[in-house]
């Protein structure tokens, strides 16, 4: 059965202080690793995927990368406006069904 | 393009009532996801549809059922709700790689 844990469940930032969001998954035939960004009262926002360990996506302050157990996202100098709730989540085997883990609430402050 | 759509947004139904969640995309994608969030336990998949004419169970199906109308709409349905299906509904579409979600329907069971 496939499993994503993430951590920390929550974390605060100070805005331009970096940090790291972490996704440990367990998957039989990974065939895509998804972030997605979820604003309060609404649904997820799809972010990036990855298919293979080494590889790196960026879009504005975050980037994403994967190994062969985990994948990180990392925030640089974020803003208030990078606040939000960021769920991670992992497909294998047949079909387009993915597994999330919970997510990590980020907050980011003045 | 609207994406994701799905009615109603919020909705109150008393134990033993029966509703139905509607929802549509207009991308054109032959995979579609119902979907429920519930705080520290992540978004489980309900039913999924791989395709027109054909629809199968995710992790938790017991208590509602699911129509694929048509390649662009997929509606859910609770026969007799209960307090515990208050919940975040959220559907989703899948191209070939990535799964894009519905803005959500807020249903509260008294």
């Known amino acids: 059965e496939d499993q994503v844990t993430q951590s920390p469940e929550a974390l605060r930032l100070q805005e331009g202080e970096s940090s790291s969001l972490n996704c440990s998954y367990t998957?039989?035939?990974?065939?895509?690793l998804f972030w997605y960004r979820q604003d309060p009262g609404k649904g997820p926002e799809f972010l990036f995927t990855l298919y293979s360990a080494g590889e790196e996506k960026e879009k504005e302050r975050l980037k994403a990368t994967l190994t062969k157990k985990e994948s990180f996202l990392h925030i640089t100098a974020p803003k208030p406006e990078d606040s939000a709730t960021y769920l991670c989540?992992?497909?294998?085997?047949?079909?387009?069904?993915?597994?999330f883990g919970t997510g990590t609430q980020l907050k980011v402050e003045l | 393009n609207a994406g994701v759509t799905q009615t109603p947004k919020f909705q109150v139904l008393k134990t033993g009532q029966s509703m139905t969640l509607q929802c549509a995309q207009d991308m054109n994608h032959n995979s579609m996801y119902w979907y429920r969030q519930d705080p520290g336990m992540g978004l489980r998949l309900i039913y999924y549809s791989a395709s027109e004419g054909t629809t199968d169970k995710g992790e938790v199906p017991n208590g509602y059922n699911v129509s694929r109308l048509n390649k662009r709409e997929f509606s859910l349905r609770l026969e007799s709700a209960a307090p515990s299906q208050t919940s975040v509904y959220f559907c989703?579409?899948?191209?070939?790689?990535?799964?894009?979600f519905g803005p959500g329907t807020r249903l509260l069971v008294l």
């Open positions: 998957v039989s035939g990974l065939r895509g």
């Open positions: 989540a992992s497909k294998g085997g047949g079909g387009n069904k993915l597994t």
């Open positions: 989703a579409s899948n191209n070939q790689e990535t799964q894009y």
